[in-house]
């Protein structure tokens, strides 16, 4: 929680990074907001919060496109560091017992569905954790499914095009 705490005793914007943080956002995003200190008369709060999302039109899709991050965050832990595997090198991957436990951990922090599921469980992060702005961190092995995700998103939460 150490900058969450520096970020509200200093008056400045705080983000934290769900997307591969261990712990969950809940009691560091609580307490940027009840310690926050104004540093000048227009200083207010604002939390961003970072998500990992893999959206698919299909859950079995958005599950395959998740697994390259599974693979990697459990070979990282384990400190077998590697490049972000293929789908199908995750799908003939043999898990050692601790690569396996690392993906409970991994299971917790992403958020893997189609667009109505994600958008629904992103809503529900923000608002529990009072997030000002989400940003979304897709690292898919596939760039067309990557870019995908975010169109899917996208059009879940009814953004369009911008100038």
Not at 43 to 66: G, K, N, W, Y
Request: charged share 25%.
């Amino acid at each position: 929680d150490y900058s969450a705490r520096l970020s509200a005793e200093l008056g400045l914007p705080f983000a934290f990074a769900a997307h591969f943080s261990p712990d969950a956002p809940d009691a560091p995003m609580k307490l940027y907001r009840t310690r926050f200190e104004p540093n000048g008369p227009d200083s207010r709060p604002h939390a961003i919060l970072a998500l990992a999302v893999f959206c698919a039109d299909t859950q079995i899709e958005a599950e395959r496109m998740a697994s390259s991050m599974k693979l990697t965050f459990a070979q990282l832990r384990t400190g077998k560091p590697d490049r972000l595997p293929s789908p199908e090198e995750v799908a003939s991957h043999a898990w050692t017992p601790a690569e396996r436990s690392v993906v409970d951990f991994v299971d917790r922090i992403q958020i893997v569905g189609t667009p109505g599921e994600c958008r629904a469980r992103i809503l529900e992060v923000a608002e529990r954790t009072k997030a000002d702005e989400v940003m979304i961190a897709t690292h898919a092995w596939d760039p067309a499914a990557r870019a995908h995700s975010y169109e899917l998103l996208a059009r879940a939460f009814e953004l369009g095009e911008r100038s």
